[in-house]
């Protein structure tokens, strides 16, 4: 199962983005969901986890107040919406299911098992 990734571009800071992680063929509507993110020559960090009933979340410290994930069962569809982007927000983001996630607490790479290929997100003036 190859997840798609999508939504990604560039943007001036303080613009907004929002970032779709769909897959064929898979229903996500039950699964756990991680957004990661890495910047060049970074380890890749958890940026927002969403449980599989949809009742908890995980926002990194960094992007708290600032991004939302949630999801549409109705298209198959988990989104981040990122607000008030800035320069250190730029990375390749990825999206995951996840084994296991707990509210509050950054998804784990290593819980990964379902990735998507990555969208570029650019901040920059």
């Known amino acids: 199962v190859q997840l798609q990734a999508s939504g990604g571009g560039l943007v001036q800071p303080g613009g907004s983005l929002r970032l779709s992680c769909g897959a064929s063929?898979?229903?996500?509507?039950?699964?756990?969901i991680g957004w990661f993110r890495q910047a060049p020559g970074k380890e890749r960090e958890a940026v927002s986890g969403?449980?599989?009933?949809?009742?908890?979340?995980y926002y990194a410290d960094s992007v708290k107040g600032r991004f939302t994930v949630d999801r549409d069962t109705s298209k198959n569809l988990v989104y981040l919406q990122m607000n008030d982007l800035k320069p250190e927000d730029t990375a390749v983001y990825f999206c995951?299911?996840?084994?296991?996630?707990?509210?509050?607490?950054?998804?784990?790479?290593?819980?990964?098992?379902?990735w998507g290929q990555g969208t570029q997100v650019t901040v920059s003036s």
């Open positions: 995951a299911t996840l084994h296991f996630f707990k509210a509050n607490h950054p998804p784990a790479i290593k819980d990964g098992y379902y």
């Open positions: 063929g898979f229903n996500l509507n039950y699964q756990a």
């Open positions: 969403l449980s599989s009933s949809n009742t908890f979340t």
